[in-house]
């Protein structure tokens, strides 16, 4: 039960961006734990909420609740309790032996090393199972790529799962074979699960990171995870591919009052049979937790060379790229799942993948058109005929502009003047498409803002442009990291803008971000978070 002081409404005075695209800027929002009530001027708001607690922020940004449509939640939660080899703390194939080597003398013998983020783009040459043997021969080693689609191992993990190096490549994956066929630990998006200790079988539908964990661990990873996300001011989350394990994690943590954030689950598509034979499809839930769109993989990794493009990138063409499922499985899931009224989400990267999965989508709206929102998650490299088709199509695209940040210096090497056409934002604001911004996360940071800084800034690390004439302004990522992002999973009607009788996820930024310069957004920090009316994570400036 509320007592009287908790349901006063809180009136919040500063530069409101509504997310309205009928009045984007107001001057207060007044809401309460059952809403927003009131947006618009200081006079409109004052005289609608009538006895509230009122809080200037001055020229500080309020802003809806930020909405992250893919990123990987429960991943992230472990990958912040892990060992982490991110560029650029590991810059080598030398620094990740030390960390390895490091980590190894605290952890007892026979342990298990679970390491993430590495980025071997970035090294000099490409390490390999021996270069983590001469780190430890007493422990199983675990290196997940910073894609998500590839692991390094040690000799020790390799025996543990009997591959060797007569062992075939799995479908949608590739074991690494050096010039003499000897396999070199490193394993590429399906090949992952003949390595890892997964808990969940999950064939060729996707990378497997789903590892064997105990439910308290899982649900601390959630609970870790969540409160960072809030600490940066994302109050809604959609976890990318969820199995059983995801969803049993997140169920445990909303019963037990340890789910942080409003949660979206997209299963991924080993799933869609058993989803069939019950007659469910997304979304479904409630406000806290539920059911989106059903995630099925295309291609592979952009950052990881195994997306598929019309003609092969890098310097001598070596990555052709590779595709989960074949064309035809693919088309029928797509159509399958279409059928039963999921939304689907396809993670794609190449034109040449784009193709397969406009051509499929535009097969299964054919038979039964309806308010689909299709989802093409990534949409690295869409050309311009192809992001005609996405307008056409009523299909969102979900990006992560920080992609660009990290790893748009190995793009321009690989990928030449192609480089500047990855994640074509303004190309497709312009056809009329519904862009959406997201992290990625733990591959990218979960902080919006520094999504926000590059889709604005599209600066590499080394500093480079990268498609300069592809960016948006402040408002329009704005618009596409919250209201966009909540129409891309279905919410628009209660979450993603501050509008009376919407939910009152509410977020007040640490300065006026229509003030900052573009090389500055990434450092904008949050003052305060509400969720649902209540205050759930305060900075240090509030
Ligand atoms: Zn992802």
């Known amino acids: 039960m509320n007592d009287e002081g908790e349901s006063r409404p809180t009136v919040l005075r500063g530069r409101v961006f509504t997310a309205n695209r009928r009045r984007p800027w107001a001057g207060a929002v007044a809401f309460d734990r059952t809403g927003v009530l009131a947006v618009g001027s200081l006079e409109e708001v ?53 960390v390895v080597r490091a980590a190894a003398a605290t952890v007892p013998a026979n342990g298990t090393i679970h390491a993430f983020g590495f980025d071997h783009a970035k090294y000099e040459r490409t390490p390999t199972r021996w270069d983590l043997d001469r780190a430890t021969d007493a422990h199983t080693v675990f290196v997940q790529h910073v894609s998500g689609h590839h692991v390094l191992v040690n000799s020790r993990a390799l025996e543990r799962h009997g591959v060797r190096d007569d062992t075939p490549d799995p479908p949608g994956g590739e074991l690494v074979r050096d010039e003499h066929g000897r396999i070199t630990g490193l394993c590429l998006d399906a ?69 942080p954030v409003r949660t979206v689950a997209m299963p991924l598509s080993h799933q869609l049979e058993a989803y069939r034979s019950i007659g469910l499809a997304g979304p479904f839930g409630d406000d806290r937790l539920r059911i989106g769109a059903m995630k099925l993989y295309a291609d592979g990794s952009l950052i990881g060379g195994t997306a598929m493009f019309s003609e092969p990138y890098g310097a001598s063409g070596e990555f052709a790229g590779s595709l989960y499922s074949s064309e035809e499985d693919l088309a029928r899931m797509i159509a399958a799942a279409h059928e039963d009224g999921w939304q689907v989400g396809v993670h794609v990267q190449g034109d040449r993948a784009i193709e397969v999965v406009l051509g499929a989508i535009e097969a299964a709206v054919r038979v039964s058109p309806r308010d689909h929102r299709h989802r093409l998650e990534h949409a690295g490299y869409p050309t311009p005929a192809q992001i005609g088709r996405i307008a056409e199509l009523g299909v969102v695209t979900v990006n992560q502009p920080s992609y660009l940040f990290d790893s748009g210096d190995e793009f321009l090497d690989r990928l030449g003047s192609r480089a500047h056409g990855l994640i074509p934002l303004r190309s497709e604001l312009d056809a009329g498409v519904r862009v959406v911004l997201s992290s990625d996360s733990d591959v990218t940071s979960y902080r919006p803002m520094d999504t926000i800084a590059s889709a604005v800034g599209r600066v590499t690390r080394a500093g480079r442009q990268i498609g300069p004439d592809q960016a948006l302004t402040i408002e329009e990522s704005l618009f596409a990291h919250t209201i966009d992002a909540a129409h891309a999973l279905f919410l628009e009607d209660r979450l993603g803008s501050l509008e009376p009788g919407k939910l009152a996820d509410v977020v007040v930024l640490d300065r006026d971000v229509s003030a900052v310069a573009p090389d500055e957004l990434a450092s904008v920090g949050v003052d305060t978070t509400f969720l649902g009316g209540r205050p759930v994570y305060r900075g240090g400036a509030a």
């Open 191 to 259: 090949a992952m699960g003949l390595v890892l200790p997964v808990a969940v079988d999950i064939g060729s539908h996707g990378p497997n990171f789903h590892t064997h964990a105990s439910i308290e661990e899982l649900v601390d990873d959630v609970e870790r995870a969540g409160d960072a996300f809030l600490a940066a001011g994302l109050t809604t989350v959609c976890d990318a591919q969820v199995t059983l394990r995801e969803l049993a994690a997140y169920r445990a943590a909303r019963a037990s009052g340890r789910l």
């Open 46 to 98: 004052d005289a609608a909420a009538g006895s509230a607690t009122r809080i200037d922020v001055g020229n500080h940004t309020i802003v809806p609740g930020f909405i992250d449509a893919h990123n990987h939640f429960l991943a992230t939660g472990e990958s912040l309790a892990s060992l982490d080899v991110r560029y650029p703390s590991v810059a080598s194939v030398e620094d990740l032996v030390e």
